[in-house]
């Protein structure tokens, strides 16, 4: 898909360097050397390219963050029993309206 100087947020040069000879964008850090020309450049992304950007940035941030806490497992009384209060507190507020 072949990209407009009209919608991006560049100067023409900028646009020329950004975009390779079959229209796709070429991208360096020569251009994309701050978070907001990142942020408007993903905003111009088609839907699936954007979901797919953001799985990359989410496996990043996986490799190089700290350690995922693992999974809490509740029992299904446990699980029960916030579901019993929680209608409990429910009927006390309807009572009170």
Do not use: H, T
């Not at 797919?52 to 190089?64: A, H, P, S, T, Y």
């Amino acid at each position: 898909m072949a990209i407009s100087p009209e919608v991006i947020p560049l100067s023409l040069p900028e646009f020329k360097r950004a975009i390779d000879s079959s229209g796709n964008w070429n991208l360096s850090d020569e251009i994309m050397s701050s978070l907001l020309e990142i942020e408007r450049a993903a905003d111009l992304l088609p839907r699936d390219q954007q979901r797919e950007l953001f799985g990359f940035l989410l496996q990043k941030l996986r490799v190089d963050g700290p350690p995922l806490m693992a999974p809490r497992i509740f029992s299904v009384g446990e699980m029960n029993a916030w579901m019993d209060e929680d209608e409990a507190d429910l009927r006390e507020l309807a009572k009170d309206s």
